[in-house]
């Protein structure tokens, strides 16, 4: 069975830093682009972009390009996403999905992590 | 890419068919897909390439389309069907996008 597990939720300060996770099972990790989608408060879900386990390429939503570093560690089935200047407005639920192929849908979610950005 | 769904919100009741639709701004086919979010939930994939059924997904959700406008449907709305329905474009020469959502409420 796919499985998407997601780090917790996280409390933090404008300015700071953070980086969350994604851990696949059930499948071959390193051979399936990993997406992450942001979705605001009652609002709905934004395509962040992208990144292949195998060999770490990525791939970013314009928005997103120079806003946020995605990553991963195929040692460790594990991706991330990672903020070096966290903004109120980054306060969200982010999930982490499985592409069924490159530039494809999504056939698999995490259970989303809530990050929240607060003074 | 724009995504526009209508309506945003939706009010039905069990039994009713169901009808949301999908219109890009320049033509995605055949890559759309559409996905259902209950609430405080991960979405989960209800359809993809137009108008394919993953294995899982029930026989009551079905969709159609082409070009640049696509349908959801629900033959009979089930109580686990009131949730928020999201379609996305996705392909390799532009930027995947989702539509704004529509919200099937009681």
């Known amino acids: 069975e796919v499985q998407l597990v997601q780090s917790g939720a996280e409390v933090k300060k404008p300015g700071e830093s953070l980086k969350i996770s994604c851990k696949g099972s059930g499948y071959s990790f390193t051979q399936y682009w990993i997406a992450w989608v942001r979705q605001r408060p009652g609002k709905a879900l934004e395509y962040m972009g992208i990144?292949?386990?195998?060999?770490?390429?990525?791939r970013y939503s314009p928005s997103f390009q120079g806003q946020v570093t995605m990553s991963a560690n195929k040692s460790i089935n594990t991706a991330f996403l990672q903020w070096t200047g966290l903004k109120a407005s980054d306060t969200a639920i982010y999930y982490c999905?499985?592409?069924?192929?490159?530039?494809?849908?999504?056939?698999?979610w995490g259970q989303g992590t809530v990050v929240t950005v607060t003074s | 890419i724009q995504m526009t769904q209508s309506p945003s919100t939706l009010s039905a009741s069990i039994g009713d068919r169901v009808t949301i639709t999908c219109r890009a701004s320049?033509?995605?086919?055949?890559?759309l897909a559409w996905y259902r979010q209950k609430p405080g939930k991960a979405p989960e994939l209800l359809i993809y390439?137009?108008?394919n059924l993953p294995s899982g997904v029930p026989s009551r959700f079905s969709g159609s389309g082409s070009g640049a406008e696509f349908t959801l449907t629900i033959s009979s709305l089930q109580p686990d069907d009131f949730a928020t329905y999201y379609c996305q474009q996705y392909n390799d020469y532009s930027p995947v996008t989702f539509g704004g959502g529509t919200k099937v409420e009681i």
């Open positions: 320049q033509s995605v086919s055949p890559w």
């Open positions: 990144v292949y386990p195998g060999d770490s390429d990525t």
């Open positions: 390439r137009e108008s």
């Open positions: 999905a499985k592409l069924f192929d490159y530039a494809d849908y999504i056939d698999h």
